[in-house]
């Protein structure tokens, strides 16, 4: 998926990035190939410049006089047995930058509809559509109508700010980011090795 952009970062920086990953995969796993490392830290580089332009662009805009931050749309919360539901209402024709996600959690679109950009695709929803929100998830969503957006969240708090302090990372080097980045690296590297037993 390609997205423009006139924030740049440079070509040196997501070189150094992409050796720095295939040398880490190699050592980790001397069975792994080096075209299989290769290919490997060819996603994380998808996925590393994917949240340095989302991560300036929301910088970069947060400037803009015209442009919210924070909650500017009042956030419903509604706390269960061990969990929080979060129920935000978006006017149509706003853009919304969200929070990186620290948890799997389920979310749903009860009314409207929305383009979403992540670091793996542009997509088209509409309500009612339901999905799971992946560790590391920080969306770019724009409201074609009104929409009202949920999602659900297992704490066994209720206290809003610790909740959000286990809910919400501050950057992408919080460390059950960068946990949940191994493992995903983890699993392709599996699924390869089994691919590469079956042919």
Request: with cysteine; charged share 30%.
């Amino acid at each position: 998926m390609k997205y423009k952009s006139n924030i740049a970062i440079t070509e040196t920086e997501l070189d150094k990035e992409l050796k720095k990953i295939q040398n880490e995969l190699i050592k980790a796993d001397e069975s792994l190939s080096v075209q299989e490392a290769f290919d490997i830290s060819l996603l994380q580089k998808q996925k590393i410049e994917f949240r340095h332009h989302i991560t300036k662009l929301e910088k970069k805009v947060s400037k803009h006089h015209a442009v919210k931050i924070g909650d500017y749309h009042p956030l419903k919360h509604t706390f269960g047995d061990g969990y929080l539901v979060r129920e935000i209402n978006v006017p149509a024709g706003e853009m919304v930058i969200t929070k990186i996600h620290k948890q799997n959690h389920p979310f749903f679109l009860l009314e409207g509809k929305c383009s979403v950009l992540t670091e793996n695709e542009v997509k088209h929803i509409e309500a009612p559509y339901y999905a799971i929100t992946s560790v590391g998830t920080k969306r770019i969503v724009y409201c074609h109508t009104d929409v009202v957006w949920v999602c659900v969240h297992i704490t066994g708090s209720t206290d809003l700010e610790k909740v959000e302090n286990e809910i919400i990372a501050k950057d992408f080097n919080d460390p059950a980011i960068t946990a949940a980045d191994i493992k995903i690296l983890q699993k392709i590297k599996e699924k390869q090795m089994l691919n590469n037993k079956t042919i």
